[in-house]
């Protein structure tokens, strides 16, 4: 799942730029993004540049000022509780994933994420995940997800954002809410809308209690040639 806009009520990257950069480049360099004219590592190289300097103490108070989705908390503890196994693939970045968990008091959740580190008040980004082939996401969702799965299993993602795009080619059963939501009704992929994990919650039970589940063709042929690939 993802994590910005997903998770939290906003997007904490977005909101971010906005709140120490200037305004009017992180709306070019968005823009840009969002048109394909950059890729999204390219998109992250830009925007922390476009920083001049933070002080950490009132950077670090604006991150955990973003709220999380009231209904997340529950939604974790009801994956453990059906032995689901969750994972958060963000194309956002660590340090501010770590400050809010911390704050919520969430831990023992595997992250994918890109890492974000602070020198001498400079935002310096770095991609441990990144994939050539993954253009919209510099942190690559899709490799995570095969890395995770197998043949046997249903794979379920639930987003909200242009990052997720390549990802959910390879997922049974989508979630999605905002953008992704449009970029699925534009591609014509099959999807669940939600608007908070209660709405998750509600239609998981209902496929649990189905009494055959199908995967989604189209992600099934693009599991099975990754597998044969990697």
């Not at 476009?50 to 009132?58: C, D, Q, R």
């Not at 996401?137 to 795009?165: L, P, Q, W, Y």
């Not at 998981?204 to 189209?218: A, I, S, T, V």
């Amino acid at each position: 799942m993802d994590f910005d806009g997903t998770v939290t009520q906003q997007d904490v990257g977005e909101e971010v730029f906005r709140k120490f950069a200037e305004e009017e480049k992180v709306n070019i360099i968005i823009n840009d993004l969002l048109n394909d004219r950059i890729s999204s590592r390219e998109c992250w190289i830009k925007l922390c540049s476009a920083v001049p300097s933070v002080n950490i103490n009132e950077f670090d108070d604006f991150i955990v000022s973003i709220p999380l989705d009231p209904t997340f908390v529950k939604f974790k503890d009801y994956c453990k509780n059906e032995n689901y196994e969750l994972y958060i693939l963000s194309d956002g970045f660590d340090y501010y994933i770590d400050k809010i968990f911390e704050k919520n008091r969430i831990n023992y959740l595997t992250v994918y994420s890109n890492h974000l580190e602070i020198v001498d008040g400079k935002l310096i980004p770095s991609f441990p995940y990144y994939d050539e082939a993954s253009f919209s996401s510099a942190n690559c969702k899709r490799n995570h997800i095969i890395n995770h799965s197998s043949e046997e299993d249903f794979t379920v993602f639930i987003g909200d954002g242009n990052s997720d795009k390549d990802s959910i080619e390879y997922c049974d059963f989508i979630f999605a809410k905002d953008d992704l939501l449009k970029f699925c009704e534009k591609e014509r992929v099959t999807y669940f809308p939600f608007k908070n994990f209660d709405d998750v919650i509600k239609k998981l039970d209902e496929l649990k209690g189905k009494k055959r589940l199908k995967k989604r063709l189209r992600a099934q042929l693009k599991r099975q040639q990754a597998y044969t690939t990697e």
